[in-house]
């Protein structure tokens, strides 16, 4: 049992496996702490009985608030390392030591635990692995490093991590979000492969189309303020160009759009013309309010 480790399980409906998750978690933790997101059942109760400190929401609030309120409570507590897993019985407690090694060991701030590297099979159902892919490649574009598990739990996290959790999120965007934003403050990020398992009881508490909706848009948000020149650029030059060459064509009388006559395909031509300037033109403005912000979030980070 290492005393400068607390686990720390958010938990909604999980009365079926909070128990055995505590007391495995236990077995390599001083402290457990337990984050009852307003459950209806038994979980707060099981998870007391199990042995875990167990802070409860009187309704549920999602992922991210749990995390939140268990993180300020570590915050508290001044850990070397705080390691974040699921309720639900996916994730095995033994793994905590591997991701839990390269915060101890000082080389890292945040420790995803993959299911993606050093796994030449894996269990991950193929929806999840064709949504995770899209999610990690939206995630990637929006921070400053490439993660092959943007959507994983299974984390580790150093006092220094857990100071700079000052950011807003909502539920399962949680885990982009922490990418994005340690990244932005230069905090290392590491990877380190872990299993999960699929056939548990109630294991997903959302369903994943709406999950995976929900972390999209939040994802192409941090691209639209953080890469402004790639959402609204390319885009913009694309359509500036098309626009160009149909307005052309129309000037010369010669068809592009062959079921059109010439005065629609030209009026086409000036609508993709003056779309593409726009996008032009709001993606060089917002770039520039974009690095103003994050120089002025820069200053205010560094006069604290």
């Known amino acids: 049992v290492n005393d400068d480790i607390i686990v720390l399980i958010p938990a909604y409906r999980e009365e079926l496996t909070i128990a055995s998750m505590v007391l495995l978690a236990k077995g390599y933790a001083s402290r457990v702490i337990v984050v009852d997101d307003g459950s209806p059942d038994r979980t707060r109760e099981v998870a007391a009985m199990a042995g875990a400190e167990v802070i409860s929401h009187e309704a549920n609030k999602g992922k ?50 993959s299911r993606f590297i050093g796994n030449e099979v894996t269990d991950t159902p193929q929806h999840r692995r064709v949504g995770q892919k899209v ?24 006092l220094k991590a857990i100071n700079n959790m000052d950011f807003d999120s909502d539920n399962y ?5 922490m990418i994005t934003h340690f990244s932005d403050l230069g905090l290392s990020i590491i990877e380190v492969p872990v ?34 020149l790639l959402l609204f650029g390319i885009p913009g030059s694309i359509s500036f160009v098309l626009g160009l060459i149909v307005c052309v064509a129309t000037f010369m009388e010669i068809r592009v ?4 006559t010439l005065v629609s395909q030209g009026i086409a031509g000036i609508v993709s013309l003056g779309v593409g300037i726009f996008l032009l033109f709001a993606a060089l403005m917002l770039n520039s309010m974009s690095l103003l912000m994050r120089n002025v979030e820069r200053s205010i980070r560094q006069g604290r």
């Open 64 to 113: 991210a608030a749990a995390l939140m309120t268990g993180l300020t409570r570590c915050r508290e507590l001044s850990p070397k390392c705080v390691v974040m897993i699921d309720g639900d019985g996916q994730m095995d407690p033994a793994l905590i030591p591997v991701v839990a090694a390269p915060v101890m060991n000082g080389v890292a701030d945040l420790v995803i635990g």
């Open 195 to 228: 299993t999960v398992r699929y056939d548990v009881p109630d294991g997903h508490k959302q369903k994943p189309f709406k999950h995976g909706m929900s972390v999209l848009g939040r994802a192409v948000t941090y691209i639209g303020y953080r890469k402004p």
């Open 135 to 158: 999610l990690n490649k939206a995630t990637n574009i929006g921070s400053t490093i490439r993660v092959s598990d943007s959507q994983s739990g299974y984390r580790a996290l150093s």
């Open 173 to 177: 965007n949680i885990e982009s979000d």
């Open 257 to 260: 759009l062959f079921d059109w």
